[in-house]
């Protein structure tokens, strides 16, 4: 398999450290051995890799620059998707890694532990189990917002340390209408168009909402 390269992760950010760098590298050859054996990502996909899942998850980051000592959950992670993008580029930020099916956990561990991320935590869980708080909560299109919210509710810290409030960060993409006004959740849409200019991102979103 011929080894792609994160140039499109480096076209949007700019200002990642060598060590940065050398961990966005290290993902394509441990996804596609974990891939493989564990399929965590659509096998046409994995070509895909950094356009369709690093920097998708990284669209997040666009929006919302996480600080020093937050704490965000990552719910349906699967294969660590959004939580190990935005774990190597938020170093100083906690990332709680949760999926219901233990051999996409595995994944998550394994490539975490290659990577040396300190700041990941993964956990073969439901995300109703939880119990801590956190400052965000984010996650890539699991199920229906109606759905997807009573499982993380009241799972917020009360201090807020960034500029924005403490909330869900979501990624979706299509037609949101209905789905919004079926939660009675008060989303605010911000499009992927808006920082990449890449034709994947041109209907997809991270859909916000504060808590």
Same mark, same amino acid.
């Given at each position: ?12 950010? %700019?200002?990642?450290? &060598? ?11 441990? $996804? *596609? ?10 096998? !046409?996909? +994995?070509?895909?890799? $950094? ?34 993008? #935005? ?7 906690? =990332?709680?890694?949760?999926? *219901? /099916?233990? !051999?996409? +956990? ?10 040396? #991320? ?6 073969? *869980? ?16 699991? @199920? ?5 919210? &009573? ?6 810290? %009360?201090?807020?340390?960034?500029? +924005?409030?403490?909330? /869900? ?7 949101? @209408?209905?789905?919004?006004?079926? *939660? ?16 994947? =991102?041109?209907?997809? $979103?991270?859909? $916000? +909402?504060?808590?």
């Amino acid at each position: 398999m011929t080894q792609v390269k994160p140039d499109i992760v480096y076209k949007y950010f %700019k200002d990642l450290s &060598p060590e940065q760098k050398t961990q966005f590298e290290k993902l394509f050859e441990l $996804y *596609s051995f974990w891939n493989a054996q564990i399929n965590v990502i659509s096998r !046409k996909d +994995i070509e895909e890799l $950094y356009e369709r899942h690093i920097l998708h998850s990284l669209a997040i980051a666009k929006f919302c620059s996480f600080k020093k000592g937050e704490k965000v959950l990552d719910v349906g992670t699967g294969g660590g998707f959004p939580g190990i993008p #935005l774990a190597i580029l938020f170093p100083e930020t906690q =990332f709680h890694l949760v999926d *219901s /099916i233990g !051999k996409k +956990i595995k994944v998550v561990t394994e490539v975490a532990q290659a990577l040396g #991320l300190k700041n990941v935590k993964a956990s073969h *869980s439901r995300a109703e189990q939880i119990t801590d708080k956190y400052n965000f909560v984010v996650s890539r299109a699991v @199920t229906r917002l109606a759905d997807f919210y &009573p499982w993380v509710r009241g799972k917020f810290a %009360k201090e807020n340390l960034n500029a +924005i409030q403490n909330g /869900i960060l979501y990624l979706k993409g299509g037609d949101l @209408t209905e789905e919004i006004k079926e *939660s009675k959740l008060k989303a605010e849409l911000y499009p992927l168009s808006d920082y990449f200019e890449e034709e994947f =991102f041109d209907t997809k $979103y991270v859909v $916000y +909402i504060p808590q």
